[in-house]
């Protein structure tokens, strides 16, 4: 019996196909409802409140402003120093607006009322007076320091820190060939199909907290700093949740607000975000690197000398202070350049603030060091695939220290380059494009490849529970929304019990109900909650041969556990697997659970992916195809793994060509999906996704890498190429937009 | 019919079966009766501008976004939302071919989906690839990149030719 690496069907849709799924929306809990009062200035002094009209509607309970929710709201929502180090940052305080508006948007007041069209006509009801100063929206004007987003800090600089490593100016000055680039990706919206949502009950004693998230466990904690309420009495409940990308890792103050009026009425109060509120409570990306590269005649690439620049908006997010730390670091990507110096800047502006996205830093520099490796070929008119073969670390150097000091455990980046180009049939598809651009065709081949750091610790947990009848729930500190990784962890916890799938329940996202956690992100989730759910599980099953040796008077070492049955080995006697179960729980044994906290550490998948891009007259590009190869470790379900290259293919489909979160002094453009272009069916390609079958294994347990972000890491690069082959331009910046394909078609 | 302001209205509306009468505010939207007033969440609101497709349901047996009508509109019709597709707890085709094609990540979009792929494919048995895509364009799913989906309308097609 073995599930692991086959495509075994997810344990729990009847619930999505039949409709009775929870969101956190769909939650039966009598609550008040939340509506938001926003300001329509990017940068103000707010003036007067003007709560009168509102509070006489009917059905409206109260309304609170910054004023009164600070009061309870004690602390900031501050940077995730699991991961950041907050010491080089300038933070500012952010809790609800009080006295003055940072960007468009920004919540002024929370209007509770008894159902949601009160709440909502309540507050249109509100008028604010507000004094407008000056607003600074685009990085490059805060880059000037003229215009102040937050005065006490003095800059609009977040961070500054320089990545150096060997000496780039001197390589520079002794490369053969030097070239300026200037690469990007502009913001963009993550926009899972689910908006966010909370639902807060404070109960006097406790505080209970449903919630659409990613980090239960880590929300808890944050909630305890910021209500200044011990995490014993706070729980946080994950329910089914729609998609998340990175973004329901981050905490905002309309969340807070809820929280706070439930503490302050003593009421059950819920708030879900229109669309257009999940548009404005989230966005991602926008960065820009400027410098300069050298390079040899043979196309290697010897010098990386530039500044990144990552817009942080009005706010510092609990994750947005990842990106100008992992960036530079990734920049080297898979290749062997050694000298480099990035000198990396986090930038405020009067702006959404800025949040992770699916990638998360690694998407922004493998778009940087991809776009390089192309305009090292181009400059030296050689193909996508000389030039990497001639930069890649080489078998024999691994594991590999780069230059930054980040350790590339497995992998064989040639071998699997040189599979890649077969296996997708690059050079016959790139054949092809060329003859049907003869034919007047505006189509293209392009590749890109990447390395990913994922797994990302510093630990897990997992418990794993026999139960009386025999029956297995593991709880994991991962949480799986939309993934499937529930799935996979049960056939890895099967395998390793030798008991059907059909008995395994995995359980997650409910702070009481699993000690501690950390969550679904980074790609880590089979990796490292799956090898602490296979530790916790070997240890039950080391319980289990203690009982059964007690009851058949043996020692532990003489029984044998196989295919759910405990055998004494020397007398041949055996105890079937439900015994044991019911012998645990007979008041003589403590009960057949264990629980671990995993420490786990970064891992680094890799690949190649290919796209075919077709362009019509007016600028529009469609990609028709995706392919990937890649090497993501042991494959536990093929088809979990295969998803996530087409939902990853297709945010790329979209990161490149479509999604673009257009901002100006009157706030954000793009606030429903008329005005901002997620792929629909129709934009979407057809894919072919191959994994290598001599995989590189981590050094988790489970022998995984991860694969959740790869083809959002690797496919704006890709699709960027081919959109070049297709047209002949020469494109640096996501998204590309039709505006700007048709000034460079030829 | 003139209402006053603040005045309810009398509906009668079939629900997977299931008669209901009510009072609702004229401007009460179809898919706030149905998920608040009738607890069929099983339909999801996702954008509010019938862009996304998560309300889908069938209102006559034709497929219609419910966030961008309003609850009278459905007075003395007949509705079908993704509760009312599997009956005795038995999946429908399109439901089967869903969970066997991987067809579904975060399942949210997926109620909207499924009913959309039912019109479908009580419209017309046989279609393209391509006719199946133009036609679930208006259901956005943001986890799947819709190969799975467009597979599993394929799968469930050949289900109930079968």
Not at chain 1, 1 to 24: C, E, W
Not at chain 1, 368 to 395: G, P, Q, Y
Not at chain 1, 399 to 415: I, M, S
Not at chain 1, 670 to 699: C, G, I, L, R
């Amino acid at each position: 019996m073995s599930y692991s690496g086959k495509s075994v069907k997810r344990l729990y849709d009847d619930k999505f196909v039949t409709g009775r799924s929870t969101y956190v929306d769909d939650l039966k809990i009598n609550a008040l409802y939340a509506a938001f009062v926003r300001s329509n200035y990017a940068h103000a002094v707010i003036k007067r409140v003007h709560k009168e009209d509102a509070l006489k509607m009917s059905g409206v309970v109260t309304v609170y402003t910054g004023e009164e929710l600070n009061r309870v709201i004690k602390e900031g929502i501050g940077p995730w120093t699991t991961y950041i180090d907050p010491r080089p940052w300038k933070i500012p305080k952010w809790r609800f607006a009080q006295g003055e508006v940072k960007y468009a948007g920004e919540p002024v007041a929370v209007v509770l009322a008894t159902d949601k069209y009160r709440a909502r006509d309540a507050a249109e009801a509100i008028t604010v007076d507000y004094e407008p100063v000056d607003a600074v929206v685009s990085m490059e004007e805060a880059k000037k320091d003229k215009v102040l987003v937050h005065k006490e800090l003095g800059t609009n600089y977040g961070y500054k820190n320089d990545f150096v490593a060997g000496n780039p100016e001197k390589a520079l000055e002794s490369a053969d060939h030097r070239k300026k680039v200037e690469i990007g990706n502009r913001r963009l919206i993550p926009s899972p199909m689910e908006p966010r949502g909370i639902v807060a009950s404070y109960d006097g004693s406790n505080l209970s907290v449903w919630y659409s998230t990613q980090i239960p466990h880590f929300a808890r904690a944050e909630f305890s700093r910021i209500f200044g309420i011990p995490q014993s009495r706070i729980r946080v409940v994950m329910p089914d949740v729609g998609g998340g990308f990175g973004s329901k890792a981050h905490i905002i103050p309309e969340e807070l607000a809820v929280i706070a009026s439930s503490m302050m009425l003593g009421k059950p109060v819920r708030w879900t975000a229109t669309r257009t509120e999940e548009m404005m409570a989230t966005n991602s990306r926008h960065n820009v690197f400027r410098g300069e590269i050298g390079f040899n005649n043979d196309g290697t690439l010897v010098a990386i000398n530039g500044t990144l620049e990552v817009e942080l908006g009005a706010y510092l997010t609990y994750t947005e202070g990842i990106q100008p730390t992992i960036i530079p670091l990734m920049i080297p990507g898979p290749y062997r350049v050694r000298d480099l110096k990035i000198e990396s800047r986090a930038i405020y502006t009067n702006t959404i603030p800025i949040t992770m996205y699916r990638g998360a830093s690694r998407p922004e520099a493998t778009f940087i060091i991809e776009r390089l490796m192309s305009t090292v070929a181009d400059e030296l008119k050689l193909d996508d695939v000389t030039v990497r073969e001639r930069n890649l670390v080489r078998e024999d150097q691994m594991p590999y220290t780069n230059p930054f000091g980040l350790k590339y455990d497995t992998g064989d980046y040639l071998t699997l380059l040189r599979e890649g180009v077969k296996i997708l049939e690059y050079n016959s598809m790139k054949e092809w494009a060329r003859k049907e651009r003869e034919k007047g065709k505006r189509v293209g081949v392009g590749l890109a490849y990447y390395l990913e750091i994922c797994g990302f610790g510093p630990w897990e947990y997992a418990e794993t529970r026999v139960t009386e009848d025999g029956g297995v729930i593991v709880a994991i500190g991962g949480t799986p929304h939309g993934q499937g990784t529930e799935t996979a962890i049960a056939q890895l916890v099967a395998d390793e019990l030798q008991v059907p799938i059909e008995r395994v329940k995995v359980i997650w996202g409910d702070s009481d109900a699993i000690p501690a956690g950390t969550g679904t992100y980074g790609s880590r989730t089979v990796s490292i909650a799956g090898s602490a759910a296979v530790t916790a599980s070997r240890q039950v099953l080391e319980k289990m041969r203690r009982v059964a040796a007690r009851a058949m008077k043996a020692d532990v070492e003489e029984i044998e556990y196989k295919n759910g049955e405990f055998v004494h080995k020397r007398e041949g006697k055996k105890m079937r697997w439900e015994e044991v179960s019911r012998l645990g729980y007979s008041g003589k044994e403590p009960g057949l659970s264990a629980s671990v906290t995993l420490e786990g550490d970064v891992t680094f998948p890799y690949g190649i992916h290919m796209a075919i891009v077709e362009v019509d007259e007016y600028g529009m590009a469609r990609v028709k195809e995706y392919r990937a190869y890649d090497d993501i470790g042991r494959v536990i379900n093929p088809a979990l793994a295969e998803g996530q290259i087409h939902g990853g293919g297709t945010q790329a489909v979209g990161q490149a060509l479509y999604e673009l979160a257009v901002i100006n002094e009157n706030g954000q453009l793009a606030v429903t999906y008329a005005d901002y272009y997620v792929p629909t069916a129709v934009e979407s390609p057809k894919f072919k996704s191959y994994f290598a079958e001599k995989y590189h294994p981590s050094p988790y347990l489970t022998k995984t890498k991860g694969v959740g972000e790869a083809a959002l890491i690797v496919g704006p690069a890709v699709i960027v190429r081919a959109l070049e082959d297709a047209t002949g331009g020469k494109f640096d910046f996501t998204p590309v937009i039709p505006e700007e394909i048709l000034k460079k078609m030829k | 019919m003139k209402v006053e302001p603040d005045q309810k209205v009398r509906i009668n509306v079939k629900v997977n079966g299931v008669l209901h009468e009510a009072e609702v505010e004229p401007r009460k939207l179809l898919v706030d009766f149905l998920r608040d007033d009738l607890g069929l969440t099983g339909t999801k609101v996702g954008c509010d501008t019938t862009t996304c497709g998560a309300c889908t349901i069938l209102l006559d047996g034709r497929s219609v976004k419910s966030c961008t009508l309003l609850a009278v509109q459905a007075h003395g019709r007949e509705i079908t939302t993704i509760e009312g597709l599997s009956s005795d707890s038995k999946l429908s085709p399109v439901q089967e071919a869903f969970k066997d094609n991987f067809a579904l990540q975060c399942g949210f979009c997926t109620a909207g989906m499924i009913v959309q792929a039912t019109f479908l494919l009580s419209q017309k048995k046989d279609m393209t690839e391509e006719e199946i895509r133009d036609s679930i364009h208006g259901n956005i799913c943001r986890c799947t990149g819709y190969q799975n989906i467009v597979n599993a309308i394929m799968d469930a097609s050949r289900r109930m030719k079968a």
